[in-house]
């Protein structure tokens, strides 16, 4: 598999010192990120010979004389490995939880019905995470939790904003997005403005010694084609993990991008690359 975590897995292994193979059924590994950063991180797998053949379906696999095993896929081929990783997702397990004879209602795909406050049919039953059609994100299913016990209680709550949730993938180099990729933004029929840095004109990307990766910013274009709101911020990097939540905040808080760039960033930091990308949407721009 290659998606988030199938990456994950090939970056950690490669940079361990073994071969590795990403099998992806697929036209591209990292499908639904901004083509952009995916590009960075297939470059950079590239780098550490991770070997990526995409469109091909595992057909099987069986043990080898050399105690390993051959793994059967596309046309009649065949890998030898030491050890097989399968990453290709998962699906929800409700079968046992007594769930028949209640008000509780199963998508076709097993996946448990809520409402925007993670309530299901059921009064007084609520789902999250894994098991409902959610982004699954250890994150995101505490966000339901709260969001479920607040309404339990009575309190005021929000139903959690999907499509503004942090990403983040953590291979070498790191991912982290928030908000529509530009591919995203455009099929929606949204003019955008965009921007793109790269961290080899970060000073502290340079000291560090990690200077692969950019930092991409899509804004709404206002009527007289200047940028405006921020709609999805995306990096790839070192770290990026860690510097997302500026954009993050960004995003959801519907910020413009003239607001952004009154923002003061510490030098020498990687978060400034965030920072001087927004400032370039102004017509400004430093270390560029």
């Known amino acids: 598999g290659g998606g988030a975590i199938g990456c994950e897995f090939a970056s950690t292994f490669a940079d361990l010192g073994s071969t590795v193979t990403i099998l992806e059924g697929l ?21 550490k010979n991770i070997d990526i053949r995409t469109g091909v379906k595992v057909a099987g696999h069986e ?38 004879g209640t008000a509780v209602q199963l998508s076709e795909r097993g996946f448990v019905e809520v409402d925007g406050y993670c309530a299901t049919g059921e009064q007084g039953v609520y789902a999250v995470g894994d098991l409902i059609n959610t982004p ?8 339901e939790a709260i969001v479920a016990v607040k309404h339990m209680l009575g309190e005021t709550v929000y139903p959690v904003m999907y499509d503004r949730v942090p990403w983040a993938i953590y291979c070498h180099p790191e991912v982290a997005w928030a908000g ?21 004109s970060n000073s502290r ?48 808080w519907e910020a413009t991008v003239d607001e952004i760039a009154e923002f003061l960033m ?3 930091s990687l978060s400034e690359l965030f920072g001087e990308t927004v400032l370039s949407m102004t017509g400004r721009s430093i270390n560029a």
Do not use: C
């Open 27 to 47: 036209p591209k590994i990292l499908p639904g990120l901004d083509p952009d950063v995916a590009n960075f991180v297939v470059k950079s797998f590239k780098k």
């Open 180 to 200: 529509p990729s530009e591919e995203e933004a455009r099929a929606k029929g949204i003019d955008v403005v965009v921007a793109k840095h790269q961290f080899r």
């Open 136 to 143: 699954q994100l250890a994150h995101v299913a505490y966000a």
């Open 266 to 268: 510490p030098h020498p």
């Open 63 to 100: 043990p080898n004389s050399a105690g390993g095993t051959t793994v059967l896929f596309g046309e009649g081929e065949r890998l030898d490995v030491d050890a097989v990783v399968v990453s290709v997702g998962r699906k929800p397990f409700a079968d046992l939880l007594g769930l028949k």
């Open 205 to 252: 990307a340079m000291i560090i010694g990690e200077a692969e990766g950019l930092v991409k910013v899509i804004a709404k274009k206002n009527a007289d084609g200047s940028a405006g709101q921020v709609l999805g911020v995306h990096m790839v990097g070192p770290w990026v993990t860690e510097q997302l939540s500026g954009g993050y905040l960004a995003v959801n």
